[in-house]
């Protein structure tokens, strides 16, 4: 079969992905040859994006792709995904019969098997969905060391943004305007480059939401505990969740619906999140924080042109209200992250390491792939050994991040200003504010900066399970908006 012209990985969606396959114009052997064919032109080619640690064996996934055409014809569809190609962040387990190790971005792990796929995983095959590969991300999820840049691991090296010309800018500043932003770099920047039209990462603190911004992404997190988190690597059960990102809200509607457990999802309606996309704003009632004082700090993102002023234009004229201590940090987490890290090594069939104490002692042994001159720290995996804080002291933490952040913050706007949600510039710390509430937060693209046309979004934080108002604000936000824009490097 002729692959149709109308066919564009780096605009489409997956819908649109499956409107063609539907009329059969595209197979799903064909979708998934020019995904590779994608990849192998840009990843470690091209534009040497880095998005990939790995991909499964290209005979696998034909095979995949050729038992779904085959149930397709049958009229037999398993979702809406049925055939379409997916990404995974590489701290979610796949089998080894996948193809594809399980790394952390760690040289420790890439010979490691896991005795399993994640849950994750199992639904998302279930559901016709084709695994691809696996994603770069800031190695152990940033808990390895607190570097400059965002999107590197030992493994793969330093994933790059489609959009920014030259690629990072080694003194631009952790939040620099050519930096791609992390830890689920990879998934972000591969689904802008036609990679895959959706993909999966995890989030504590902006981990999901900043890099899919800087890449033009619609991106969710979920409410903290209402995820799927069993065979993904947590950094902390009290602020992480898994989350999705798309090019298209109905797209990551569907998506988040998948990611959701069984007790999440049962509080949804048949139709899910699709029940709550709509064309306009009508009744809903958003909160603009003062982009004034929600930013980054000039040490921490130095400012490039009218870079700033750019983004402030964008967001002027709205109701303006102050959130809590935009200072907050979540420094708690270093407290269970040894254990969870623990179990999660003791979990795999075999590996080389199966405690933190084995890995730090693995990078010392192997520093000339895992500490190299660029990337010579391991200090916050050390830190979590050497200066451990109580459970108690770990409790006490997690009750005054969720009482600052929500007594004291978004509950307080919330009420104070009858709000149903509040909308910050992405470019600021408000991750922080909703992981240390525990609430769900979202982006959205909101435009490109004139000066490396890299993109900024707009995100917006609810309370606790009120994902579905947030859809309803994200698709009257895309059906009043222009398209998003896709890297030009890639389309012209």
Request: charged share 20%; hydrophobic share 40%.
């Amino acid at each position: 079969m002729a692959i149709p012209e109308c066919l564009d990985l780096v605009r489409m969606t997956a819908t649109e992905l499956q409107d063609l396959l539907k009329t059969g114009e595209l197979t799903s052997v064909n979708l998934i040859k020019e995904t590779l064919a994608q990849i192998n032109s840009h990843n470690t080619n091209g534009l040497m994006l880095k998005a990939l640690i790995s991909t499964a064996p290209e005979d696998k996934l034909i095979d995949t792709a050729a038992a779904l055409d085959a149930e397709r014809s049958k009229g037999e569809l398993r979702g809406p995904f049925h055939g379409i190609p997916v990404l995974l962040k590489d701290a979610i387990n796949t089998h080894p019969s996948l193809g594809m190790p399980t790394t952390l971005g760690s040289h420790a792990l890439l010979n490691a098997t896991t005795s399993g796929n994640a849950t994750i995983v199992d639904k998302m095959i279930q559901q016709g969905l084709i695994v691809v590969g696996k994603t770069n991300l800031n190695e152990l999820s940033s808990w390895k060391a607190m570097g400059p840049m965002n999107g590197w691991s030992a493994v793969c090296g330093q994933t790059n943004s489609a959009y920014v010309d030259g690629g990072l800018m080694p003194d631009d500043g952790a939040m620099g305007h050519s930096n791609p932003c992390g830890a689920s770099t990879g998934s972000a920047v591969a689904v802008s480059a036609g990679f895959s039209p959706v993909a999966l990462g995890s989030e504590v603190d902006g981990s999901l939401t900043q890099p899919s911004a800087r890449a033009a992404l619609y991106a969710l997190k979920p409410t903290i505990g209402a995820t799927e988190l069993g065979g993904v690597f947590a950094v902390s059960e009290e602020f992480d969740a898994l989350g999705a990102m798309a090019k298209s809200v109905l797209d990551l509607a569907l998506m988040t619906e998948l990611v959701l457990n069984p007790e999440a999802r049962a509080k949804l309606p048949k139709d899910g999140y699709q029940s709550y996309l709509r064309k306009d704003f009508a009744g809903l009632k958003v909160g603009f924080v003062d982009p004034e004082q929600w930013r980054w700090p000039d040490n921490v993102q130095p400012q490039k042109g009218n870079s700033r002023e750019q983004m402030l234009r964008i967001m002027e004229g709205k109701a303006m209200y102050n959130i809590g201590n935009q200072s907050l940090l979540i420094t708690v987490a270093g407290h269970v992250f040894k254990k969870n890290l623990d179990n999660y090594l003791a979990a795999f069939s075999s590996a080389e390491v199966r405690t933190a104490e084995e890995l730090i002692q693995y990078n010392k042994d192997h520093a000339d792939k895992e500490l190299p001159p660029d990337f010579p720290e391991q200090g916050r995996l050390i830190d979590t050994i050497e200066n451990p804080i109580s459970t108690e002291q770990y409790q006490n933490a997690v009750e005054v991040c969720r009482r600052v952040a929500r007594d004291n913050g978004i509950d307080k706007v919330i009420l104070e200003h009858e709000l149903d949600l509040v909308a910050f510039p992405m470019d600021s710390p408000c991750p922080r504010v909703a992981a240390a509430a525990g609430y769900p937060i979202a982006t959205m693209p909101l435009g490109t900066l004139n000066h490396n046309g890299r993109p900024f979004g707009l995100a917006i934080i609810a309370k606790a399970g009120q994902e579905n108002i947030m859809f309803s604000f994200m698709s009257a936000f895309e059906a009043n908006s222009k398209p998003r824009v896709v890297p030009p490097r890639l389309v012209d």
